[in-house]
């Protein structure tokens, strides 16, 4: 086998790969050699088939085996050789000539291919020493705690039937029947019977619940309602709807008493440790987002201290992966790039170099790990998949068994494990200084940042 590296542009290489037809025909001979005692043709004793026949019936399926394997062997030889990082799987080309394939295929002419690949860029790790973080740090207040408290209150409180004749008020649970239709024609998913609704509690399309206040036991209503653009049922969304309503049962709110006895119902001994629970969960909710923050401003930092060649396939399949983000964001919300302030040609430049700075920051946190010597271990993938699983209730067994049979779901879990000790360990590198703040300056920028925010730019500009 002869390897000629025949191009160097920047992070690609090409390379020339020939198989004399001679070295095919010796691939090709050995291995139906070593087929002779495994197969049984009718007419032969086993292990007395002669390799000319068994080249016959088998010779082009071996052949096809000996040429992948030179392919693979070649691949390892190119990369051995040379000492390079593949950034993705080397991309094979055959000759166009379907004669001159078939020649080789039979072992009477060299065959020649090239084989295709980027390499990962070489940088050294930049010093951080000159860092400085600020971490926001956000403690739950007494009042935060009590309106927590008042909410979990207010869901558990009773709710006991209205005298006959009374009129539905906001706050009441009303049971309904319902027939919704579009255009006179009923729809999938617009009927129900005995649903119950809290009026005021915007769980139903905008401006249904306000159109049944003042109802009683009996009464049809006709409620007219328009569905958001960015409903989640598509067919639906932006149509105006006509929904036929029956009130059977009217019930107003009483007061849940938030005592000890309360506290138990929520699990807890005493009203003091469900309070101190409470504030437990906000904390760590605050911890959480003031992580989010400090994460975003460490990656903003590695990124300006960077600045290496990217290999142009792993850009183009971050690329792939932020615009199907940002076309689907748009999609589910009923806008257009026009509606954004922009146009489609603008908007894939920005999030090209999204896609870009995702890949870089990708490269530069997989080279501090290594560097660092960093692993996650097996333990650790268990309990996250753990975690995962219990997300699907009623489904832990199927999806338990999908990540242990599925080495590419497991690598998921297991990718950001990774990153979050990456991050933790180039913390540590960094100066970092805590800023005690209240709750809406910690959350501030949340709708910008995080991934549930309103922008697609920012759904998308994250390394994670």
Known sequence: ????????????????????????????TSELAGMKDKVQLKGFRPGKVPVAHLRKVYGRSVMADVVQNAVNEANRKIVSDNNLKLALEPQIEFPSDQQEVEKALDAKADLAFKVALEVMPSFELADLSDVSLTKLVATPSDEEVTEALDRMAGQSRPFADREEGAAAEKGDRVTIDFVGRIDGEEFQGGKGEGIDLELGSNTFIPGFEDQLVGAKVGEQRLV???????????????????????????????????????????????????????????????????RRRLKKELLDALDGKYAFELPPSLVAQEFAAVWAQVEQDLKTRGKTFEDEGTDEEKA??????????????????????????????????????????????GQEQQVWDFYRKNAQALAELRAPLFEEKVVDHVLGQVKVTEEPVAKDALFADDEEDDTTGDKPAEKADSAD
């Open 1 to 28: 086998m002869q390897v000629t590296e025949i191009n160097t542009q920047g992070l690609k290489r090409e390379y020339q790969v020939l198989l004399a037809a001679q070295e095919l025909e010796e691939r090709l």
């Open 224 to 290: 007219k309602v328009t569905f958001p653009e960015g409903y989640g049922a598509e067919q639906l969304a932006g149509k105006d709807a006509e929904f036929d309503v029956t009130v059977t049962k009217i019930q107003q709110p009483g007061e849940a008493k938030i005592d000890d006895e309360f506290a138990k119902t929520m699990g807890m001994d005493t009203l003091a440790d469900l309070k101190d629970a409470i504030s437990k969960a906000i904390g760590s909710d605050y911890e959480a987002a003031s």
């Open 348 to 393: 894939q430049a920005e999030y090209r170099k999204i896609a870009e700075r995702r890949v870089r920051l990708g490269l530069v946190l997989a080279q501090v790990g290594e560097s660092a010597d960093i692993k996650v271990s097996d333990e650790e993938v268990n309990q996250a998949l753990i975690a995962r699983v219990r997300q699907f209730p």
